[in-house]
């Protein structure tokens, strides 16, 4: 009962969790609270009863039965010896623990941090870009390159191209969805295996690059999370009051995260379209001309968009005719320096004398985020780089680079990223803190919930070193795991405690109480134990659809329970030991009345046996 309250309290902070995660979570924390509310009513009913009907004690047995019978007993008796060597060694026990846990806890910086892992969903999604200025029928030859390519490729199944965007307006990109064979279809690789969609990616992005004229920009669509943005896993946006130093700044941070080689596919929504030709009258000259500014803007109008002249009819339907410049006298500065224009006079003056002709790139948009203008960065994470680690270098930068009154926001699965993070630390903090409370209900003490709580840091010793040696990243999954391990290794304490406050409400020392608790608890700690490894440890080898998402919260959960079990069989009872001194003089006064009553009727009793005739 005890124990299935204590988890009940770790889950109780998460189901109050906001945000797009703590949605997931909430129904991850219902679930899991009905369950084990369940199971408890189960065993507090269905299972006596099973009990009385099915369990047999009988000694005897089959070869199995007193394999086991004896196996578990070779264990208690060298529990029992190890136990008391270390209640011999208390700190020295207590020492080798922290510095176990400190250790593990270094290696969280070795571990990758991602939102979500990538997955390998048979699909993923490209941007193509050719250069500004480019025209449709050159962009489509582009992607007919792209696409020999792929047909190329043994492990494509088909794709789906839109040149010029969905929209048609971007002449000079477009998109593409690729759907891959499925795996157990695909070629081998020289070890065996078959080829995953990250090989197909990271070929994709290494060949289609190196096409002249083409930029490839590669979407993982398993990376969005539960985000509604464009997907990827780097997204920021850096804004500021004015556009020029805005940009500017922008651009040279993506230059800049570029050269940590940390991420790939850097891309960016600042995008410059052809280039835009500025004609600014001069108007001391064109006053020395006798040149007007209407005269200018006339001739300009005229030569380079056109004046309607009149209409032709064709079936019905009546168009403009508009007369301006041919193509080759008004695509360039030159040209339009060339033009002339009348002047009061009658005089006709070269254009080129009484105007400033600039050329600079134009831009297709201005975009805005809260009413700040914005520029937005997207990235993929390159293979084996940590999310977390990039995005901490982004903000970095972002305080070299950018100058006062400019930021950084982030946005997309990043923002997700960070915020959910922060919200189940948070959680996991309150359940502890209210787990803690609940014990010490049960206990009716301050001491005793505290040495249950100790076998939680090496369960997250135990997950962190397990994924670290199978290379497995520190996500949203993983960290269900390190929440079922908050539930799960408690229990293993509240046996060694409670049973050992029962032996000594018996009159026994806390020594002698402890030596005969702990292996008499050892059975059922290690079937928990083991029921629980056993149960994790299919989806731990699983390889299909899907799994990258599941075998880190199984990773988590058998390294977790493995370690914090082995740990807390010592260190519990070592750190009980000495705890035991700081019980309250009220704690201690009704444990030493409880011995003298238990002694007391014991006496009593063999009076009464002894008088009998």
């Known amino acids: 009962m005890v124990a299935t309250i204590a988890i009940l309290a770790i889950f109780l902070p998460v189901v109050f969790m906001k945000g797009i995660i703590g949605k997931f979570f909430f129904q991850f924390g219902v679930t899991l609270s009905a369950a084990v509310s369940f199971s408890l009513l189960e ?24 394999l086991v019978d004896g196996t578990f007993a070779r264990l208690a008796g060298a529990y029992r010896r190890g136990l008391s060597a270390a209640l011999d060694r208390r700190w020295t026990v207590i020492a080798a623990a922290a510095v176990f846990f400190a250790g593990s806890m270094a290696s969280v910086t070795y571990l990758r941090k991602e939102f979500v892992p990538a997955q390998d969903q048979s699909m993923f999604m490209m941007r193509l870009e050719t250069p ?114 805005l940009t500017k700044a922008a651009l040279e941070l993506k230059k800049r995260l570029e050269k940590t080689g940390s991420v790939t596919d850097v891309d ?88 400033d002709i600039q050329e600079r790139p134009t831009l297709l948009a201005i975009t805005r985020k809260d009413r700040e203008r914005s520029v937005g960065v997207f990235a993929n994470v390159a293979a084996g780089k940590s999310q977390a680690q990039v995005l901490a270098d982004v903000e970095a930068l972002a305080k070299e680079v950018l100058p006062d009154g400019y930021r950084v926001v982030l946005s997309g699965s990043s923002q997700t990223f960070k915020e959910s993070f922060q919200s189940l630390i948070l959680a996991l903090v309150l359940g502890i803190i209210v787990a803690y409370m609940v014990l010490g209900a049960q206990f009716n003490s301050f001491i005793h919930p505290f040495t249950v709580l100790l076998a939680l840091p090496f369960s997250l010793s135990g997950a962190f070193l397990t994924l670290l040696a199978f290379d497995r990243s520190l996500n949203i999954n993983s960290m269900i795991g390190l929440l079922l391990l908050m539930g799960l290794v408690k229990k ?116 009464k046996v002894d008088a009998l005739p």
């Not at 040149?291 to 339907?317: C, E, H, K, P």
């Not at 409400?505 to 490894?533: D, K």
């Open 492 to 607: 293993n304490s509240i046996l060694l405690v409670d049973f050992t406050n029962q032996r000594r409400s018996e009159g026994l020392e806390p020594r002698a109480a402890l030596l005969e608790a702990c292996p008499t608890r050892l059975r059922p700690i290690l079937m928990t134990s083991m029921a629980t490894i056993a149960a994790a440890v299919p989806t731990a080898l699983s390889r299909g659809a899907g799994s990258e998402t599941t075998v880190p919260m199984a990773l988590a959960l058998i390294g977790g329970v493995s370690v914090s079990t082995v740990l807390t069989l010592f260190v519990v009872p070592a750190a009980y030991s000495l705890l035991v001194r700081a019980e309250s003089g009220k704690t201690a006064v009704n444990s030493a009345a409880v011995v003298r009553a238990v002694r007391e009727a014991e006496r009593l009793a063999n009076a």
């Open 268 to 355: 960016t929504d600042y995008k410059t379209g052809m280039p835009e030709i500025r004609v600014l009258p001069d108007r001391a000259k064109a006053y020395a001309r006798g040149v007007s500014i209407q005269s200018i803007g006339a001739t300009i109008n005229a030569m380079i968009g056109g004046v309607r002249a009149g209409l032709f009819t064709d079936n019905g339907r009546r168009y403009d005719v508009r007369v301006r410049a041919e193509t080759r006298d008004r695509l360039d500065a030159e040209a339009i320096n060339r033009l002339y224009v009348r002047n009061v006079r009658g005089e006709m003056i070269r254009l080129s004398e009484v105007v």
């Open 132 to 245: 500004v200025g480019s025209s449709m029928e050159f962009t489509d030859n582009k992607f007919r390159e792209v696409e020999a390519w792929l047909m190329g490729n043994a492990s494509v199944d088909r794709y789906y191209s839109a040149v010029g965007g969905f929209g048609g307006g971007d002449v000079n990109s477009g998109m593409m969805f690729l759907t891959l064979k499925p795996r157990a279809q695909r070629p081998r690789n020289p070890d065996g295996s078959r080829v995953t969609q990250g090989q197909v990616m990271a070929e994709a992005r290494k060949a289609l690059n190196a096409i002249p004229s083409m930029r490839a920009f590669i979407m993982d669509l398993s990376q969005g999370g539960f985000s509604s943005s464009r997907g990827f896993p780097i997204e920021f946006t850096v804004r500021g009051p004015d556009w020029d130093t």
């Open 43 to 66: 065993a507090l009913t269905l299972a006596p009863m099973r009990c009385s009907q099915f369990l047999e004690t009988a000694s005897h047995g089959n070869a199995l039965i007193r």
